[in-house]
């Protein structure tokens, strides 16, 4: 869950956002100047070319503010800013000066677009560029310098590795603060916040296939006996313990969270409830076979379970399905402990 891309572009969409409103105020007025600057030397199809992406900025400012398809819009705005800077490239009016516009297209493209699809973007712009450039400047034997066209290679491709490695790193930062934001720091395992936010995508997934859904909660017996005998590290290790044992008994696509202290939820995707109560029978059954080892001490440890299945008996929102899987497993505890309910 933690390298969605869809998740990644929502993470960024603030920042790229704000960066594409100051981009178009800035091509707004440089746009503006630069045609009057080109009218001026009787360059009239660049000057046109300018006001058109100045009035097109416009538009697109008025647009993007209230959007949800930011992406889209980024490439609305990068594609003609590229292709005007591409027709002043290529205007016999223009001097050699005008291709270091041509260093922007790395940074704003992955800036607004990301690693991948800003790459392939400075990939094209850039190839572009480099054909106009040769084209127009060929037959200058300064302009061909080795040491000239060195200097321009090995900066184009400088500014384009610190782009894409800036976009890496600031991705991978922004899954270690998501990781961290739904992650219990105690036992590893998802938090509340990731099962709400994995719920919602199941009951979407759920309201296409029309497949069972299972919710499992479980509770530690006795649990605070096992602090008050061996102290809170004990107790501590008890709850790594459990989380160890649900990572291996669980499906890729199941999930198992900690709720807080010494209760634990199972997200079970495509179960029915019989399945449900399969799984957690056996988690039940290996826990209790599986005694905690702290220090000289054997700590056996067992717990108690109550099951809900999603569906409009039992509940399709996550609040109404832990009400009805709380209500079981308070039943198991008050039947003796160390089994699990299912609702019916």
Known sequence: ???????????????????????????????????????????????????????????????????QRLELWAFAYLIPFFSVMMVALASPRSTMNVFVWVLLIPMVSHLLLGRIKGLVLTVIYMSIAAGLFFWRFGDDPEAMQPVILANIGVLTLCLTAFSHVYEITREQSERRLVKLAHSDVL??????????????????????????????????????KVNDRHGHE?????????????KQRLRKTDLAARLGGEEFCLLLPDTDGDQALLVAEKIRQQLA????????????????????????????????????????????????????????
């Open 187 to 224: 036992t590893g395992l998802p938090n509340r916040a990731h099962l709400q936010s994995r719920f919602e995508y199941e009951q979407a997934r759920h309201q296409r296939l029309n497949n069972p859904m299972s919710l499992v909660l479980l509770d530690l017996d006795y649990f605070k």
């Open 289 to 344: 076979a599986s005694p905690l080892t702290f220090g000289e001490h054997s700590i056996t440890l067992t717990l108690s379970g109550g099951i809900a299945c999603f569906g409009e008996q039992e509940g399709m929102e996550l609040n109404a399905l832990t009400r009805c899987a709380d209500k079981k497993l308070y039943s198991a505890k008050s039947a003796g402990r160390n089994r699990i309910a299912l609702a019916l």
């Open 1 to 67: 869950m933690y390298n969605n891309p869809g998740q990644q572009r929502e993470l960024a969409r603030p920042y790229r956002k704000s960066l594409l409103i100051a981009l178009l105020l800035i091509t707004f007025s440089s746009g503006l100047l630069f045609a009057w600057i080109n009218l001026g030397r009787g360059n009239v199809v660049v000057a046109a070319a300018e006001l058109i992406m100045a009035a097109y900025s416009v538009v697109l400012y008025f647009n993007i503010r209230r959007t």
């Open 234 to 246: 004990a107790g501590d290790k008890a709850l790594q313990h459990v989380a160890r044992l649900l």
